[in-house]
């Protein structure tokens, strides 16, 4: 394989959820050798095993989608919603609520780049992981931190996740649809996509800093601060104009109609969006409606805005029996900004898509062979692709222990008598 930019680059990780994960798959899909620390006394793979009496069939169908829904032996390793992140990764086993653990975590920190961490800051204070003790043991190292809400301030030590992040930012009020409470609104969760991003941003200045000074550093990654930009708009019109968004659905602050409407079939839907006068009368053609394009309910964007549910309505009655992909192509002929909504099934037979090679076929040792999600973006000169099928647990215990940090085959095993070391959680993990 080709070399890779970060190719090097060794990071380590206690990381969960997505927004860690996801910063680190991106190092890793880009050369840095990953490694996630895990523990066999607490799963951060969502399950430790398929016991049917605490984990219904039903629904673990829904949640956990192993393949063929088979949880199979070792549920973690199956597990679509964990093997999507934990690809170009190396995964080790370690028990750092005890002081040998402690200890060889600081030796694994010796001999790395960087540190990433996305938990509630006083779960790194319990063991006692602070910029200030890990940059003794290696001061060239970055330490990227990634709380939900600061090192610092009331919030601290507010656990969530990446909805409830952009919930505080404000996006889930304004995301939300009309005449239905916000909690109604489903889970989403754009600010941990937003802060894995970010992040590796953050990691690279921080590593191109070092390579200038050698100088090693922190960084504080707030997850809801860095989603706040994303709606700085919003944000800005209420700082100038007392003004407050809110509900707005589907539906556009200029555009109208700007909505999702139904379609033939179950489950099936398109995006509309008229920019101007000229797009709204391209559609009434298309509907065979010119009688609409004067009428003084819709006659201009202003009207339009105004009369939005009703033109709203006689959309849907339009639409509702097209089929979504053939009405996308005709309103896309014509001018009219039209999208249909794809579901899993269209995104991997799409012919664009296939047409980039975007899907990359991997095999792994329990989960079979699958199409994953590919590398997120095309270097001209630097050819790239998944190298790693995503790693098991425990699967890299014996490389970074034994050849990694030095130690030998009889001390490895005491460790793994310890609970250090292992391939299966421990029967107290439900």
């Known amino acids: 394989m080709n070399s890779l930019p970060l190719d090097g680059i060794r990071v380590v990780a206690i990381t969960n959820a997505w927004a860690g994960p996801y910063a680190t798959q991106l190092l890793g899909d880009w050369g840095a050798e990953v490694i996630r620390i ?33 949880p199979g032996e070792r549920p973690f390793n199956r597990l679509a919603r964990t093997n999507a992140h934990m690809r170009n990764k190396l995964a080790i086993t370690l028990d750092m609520t005890k002081p040998e653990g402690i ?11 960087v540190f990433i961490e996305n938990n509630v800051p006083i779960t790194m204070d319990k063991f006692g992981i602070s910029w200030e003790t890990l940059s003794q043991t290696n001061p060239a ?8 809400y600061g090192l ?12 409830h992040m952009e919930a505080i930012a404000g996006h889930t009020l304004i995301r939300s649809y009309p005449d239905t409470e916000p909690g109604q609104q489903p889970d989403v969760f754009p600010a941990d996509a937003a802060g894995g991003a970010a992040a590796v941003f953050a990691t690279i200045m921080a590593l191109m800093h070092r390579r200038k000074t050698g100088e090693g550093q922190l960084i504080e990654f707030a997850t809801a601060e860095n989603f ?8 800005l019109d209420y700082t100038m104009n007392d003004r407050l968004w809110a509900q707005m659905g589907n539906t556009d602050r200029y555009m109208s109609p700007h909505n999702i409407y139904p379609c033939d079939g179950i489950d099936r839907w398109i995006a509309i969006a008229c920019r101007n006068d000229k797009d709204w009368a391209l559609l009434c053609n298309t509907m065979q409606r010119q009688d609409l ?37 005709e309103l896309q002929a014509v001018g009219v ?16 898509l296939a047409s980039r090679d975007f899907f990359q076929e991997l095999t792994h040792a329990e989960s079979g062979t699958h199409l994953y999600p590919g590398i997120q973006f095309k270097m001209q000169n630097t050819p790239n692709e998944i190298h790693r099928a995503p790693a098991m647990f425990g699967e890299h215990n014996e490389y970074v222990y034994k050849e990694l940090l030095g130690y030998d085959d009889k001390e490895y095993a005491r460790l793994e008598r ?3 070391i292992g391939n299966d959680f421990d029967p107290s993990v439900p």
Do not use: C
Not at 39 to 45: D, G, H, K, V, W
Not at 141 to 148: D, E, K, Q
Not at 152 to 163: E, H, K, M
């Open 38 to 70: 895990e523990s066999i006394f607490r799963s951060t793979r969502y399950v430790a095993r398929a016991d049917e009496s605490t984990l219904s069939r039903n629904r673990s169908q829904r949640i956990f989608s192993w393949p063929n829904m088979e």
């Open 103 to 113: 200890e060889i975590f600081h030796k694994l920190i010796k001999k790395s780049d």
């Open 141 to 148: 190292l970055i330490m990227l931190r990634m709380p939900g």
């Open 152 to 163: 610092t301030g009331p919030y601290r030590d507010f656990r969530g996740l990446g909805s």
């Open 228 to 235: 706040m930009p994303l709606i700085g708009d919003f944000i």
């Open 293 to 329: 394009i004067h009428d003084d309910r819709f006659n201009d964007s202003t009207n339009r805005y105004k009369n939005r549910d009703k033109l709203d309505t006689l959309i849907t009655e339009w639409t509702k029996t097209k089929v979504d992909e053939k009405l996308m192509h």
């Open 337 to 352: 900004p039209a999208g249909m909504l794809f579901d899993d099934q269209n995104s991997l037979e799409d012919p664009h």
């Open 418 to 420: 310890e609970g250090h």
